[in-house]
């Protein structure tokens, strides 16, 4: 077939637009809106005198017997421990954290939050791997006296106390609020770039009520292990509730692998003020650049299995007319979705024993940084999940997409195509993001059928080559503790929110039953969105098979 792009720009519906123009004004209309109702609340809270008070470090923590204190555990790299003056706690596994309570003197004035809430400009932050509000780094935010009254804490109290702490030389800070709503997340990663040392989240929530949260509320900053490979894994080790004026620090490196956990209240925002204290270049850095995410594995195919499509598929995708059709399609636009793509009754008995099997066998695919969401195990295939599964693998199925598309995947002309085939299981929770590992290395044929559809859960969107070389998050670089941005990065992501509509070339919605055929050039990535649990799935997960050909 005759490369043309990439692939073409979004194939919406007046309907979807309408949707995404709904969803985009409640995310833009809710927040502003709670955050002024939070705001009346926090002005009634915050004492007179509040608006001029100066933030300072706990005096607890500048003790002597404190900082050896912290200062022993920490060398040591103990797995637990508690002081039990200051409530402060160290953990050594999986990698070494600390949590300081009550960081500032009067217990984080509520006026710092009321500043917060009517000074900040947020801008919303979308990619793969977030969603979320953020500021400005807090240097550019001369305007906000408190919020600039708190860098100055950062840089004379805080970042020479963590030196001594630490053992490390930290040469600056830089710092912004984040802010999630219900609903948002930052999925995992593990924060190491260039110069980055410490990583740090400040949490405020001075709500009557709801200064600690629970698990409940979301929000959580949550810890994961790592293999040999320094790939993290499932299931979250720790988790660390949000709480009011309390302080999280730890060391970044190869393996400091974490994530915000969604929001699930709608009551109140998650507010913290994140970033890291910088060095000199961070020596896991250089090695972990060259982690790569795992690929898929390619396979010939199944010339002994030879399926009679009539007896699968809807007639309609069996007449030559149809295939012309089709063709034409593809060679103008890359893509083309097949609605009820097999037989009714086949869909069906497919999706009713996906649903009630218990004898499939389905296994978590990771790495967490790259991959959440179930995959099956095509040996415990069997009925008619096994004959779907084997016709996508079948000479009898590169000999159809060769007439869909005109690529060499069958005849004469064909040399060694293969094919990858998966069934996946989507749920809430679930993602992938954006890696070397789903960067299409040469020109591929992709596949999408879903069974069990359900809106907003396992949605695929397709983009242009040059988003992977900006995004640069092979391991998840870009946000870093707790949702913060560099300054770099912050213009660098203003850019990219600015040609975001030119740079998604497809987005993949669910339909049941229905052959989602897309041609990608080399260098077009693609991540399938996370799952939020707001996404109703009253029918159950969502199943994809998931398919890519070569020539």
């Known amino acids: 077939m005759e490369q043309t792009s990439p692939l073409k720009p979004n194939r919406r519906d007046k309907t979807e637009d309408k949707l995404v123009d709904t969803e985009s004004a409640h995310r833009e209309e809710g927040p502003q809106k709670k955050l002024a109702r939070l705001g009346e609340s926090v002005e009634a809270t915050a004492g007179a005198g509040d608006a001029d008070v100066e933030l300072t470090l706990n ?74 509000y953020q500021s400005t780094d807090l240097s550019n935010m001369l305007e906000c006296r408190l919020l600039a009254n708190f860098l100055q804490v950062l840089r004379k109290q ?17 710092a912004s ?65 949000p709480k009011n004026n309390q302080f999280a620090f ?33 020596e896991a850095f250089a090695a972990d650049s060259s982690r790569a995410f795992p690929r898929l594995s390619y ?14 598929l809807n007639d309609v995708y069996l007449k030559a007319a149809t295939r012309r059709s089709i063709q034409k399609r593809i060679e103008e636009n890359s893509e083309i979705c097949l609605y009820e793509f097999f037989k009714r009754e086949k869909f069906e008995l497919a999706r009713a024993q996906l649903l009630n099997d218990d004898s499939l066998t389905w296994r978590r695919q990771g790495p967490a940084n790259a991959h959440n969401y179930e995959l099956m195990d095509l040996s415990s295939a069997k009925g008619t999940v096994q ?39 989507w749920s809430h929770g679930n993602y992938t993001v954006l890696g070397d590992g789903l960067v299409s290395d040469e020109n591929t044929l992709d596949l999408v059928y879903y069974l069990n ?22 391991n998840g670089l870009d946000p870093v503790a707790d949702g913060d941005l560099s300054i770099e990065q912050d213009e660098q992501e203003e850019e990219e929110e600015e040609c975001h509509d030119d740079s998604v070339l497809l987005t993949i919605t669910p339909v049941d039953n229905a052959l989602n055929i897309v041609y990608r050039c080399e260098g077009t990535t693609k991540f399938t969105k996370y799952v939020s649990r707001n996404t109703p799935l009253d029918k159950g997960p969502v199943f994809v098979i998931s398919c890519s050909y070569r020539e």
């Open 158 to 174: 805080v970042r020479p106390w963590l030196e001594e702490i630490t053992n490390l030389k930290l040469d600056y800070v830089s």
């Open 453 to 474: 559809a359900a809106e907003g859960a396992a949605v695929i969107t397709y983009l242009s080559p040059e988003v992977e070389q900006r995004a640069a998050h092979e």
């Open 387 to 425: 004959e779907l599964l084997q016709l996508f693998r079948s000479n009898t199925m590169f000999q159809l997409l060769r007439d869909f598309t005109d690529l060499d995947l069958y005849g004469v002309d064909a040399i060694t195509p293969t094919c990858s085939v998966e069934l996946q299981r």
């Open 59 to 132: 005096k607890a923590y500048l003790q002597k017997n404190v900082t050896q204190w912290l200062q022993s555990a920490w060398a040591k790299q103990v797995p637990s421990t508690k002081e039990e003056t200051t409530g402060a706690q160290i953990w050594g596994e999986p990698f070494q954290i600390c949590l300081l309570p009550d960081l500032l003197e009067r217990n984080n004035p509520p006026a710092l939050v009321h500043e917060m809430i009517n000074k900040v400009h947020w801008s919303r932050k979308q990619m793969d791997l977030y969603e979320f």
């Open 250 to 282: 730890f060391k970044v490196g190869s393996r400091s692998f974490h994530q915000v956990g969604e929001v699930t209240t709608y009551d109140y925002p998650r507010l913290t003020i994140n970033g890291w204290f910088h060095g000199a270049t961070n």
């Open 177 to 241: 609020c984040s802010m999630y709503s219900c609903g948002d997340y930052l999925l995992v990663h593990d924060d190491l770039l260039k110069d980055r040392q410490i990583a740090f989240i400040y949490y405020m929530s001075p709500w009557q009520g709801v200064e600690e949260w629970n698990e409940e509320h979301g929000g959580c900053l949550e810890i994961f292990s790592s293999d040999d490979q320094c790939y993290p894994q499932f299931p979250v080790q720790r988790k660390i509730a």
């Open 299 to 312: 396979l010939q195919p199944d010339i002994n299995y030879k399926p009679k499509l009539g007896l699968l």
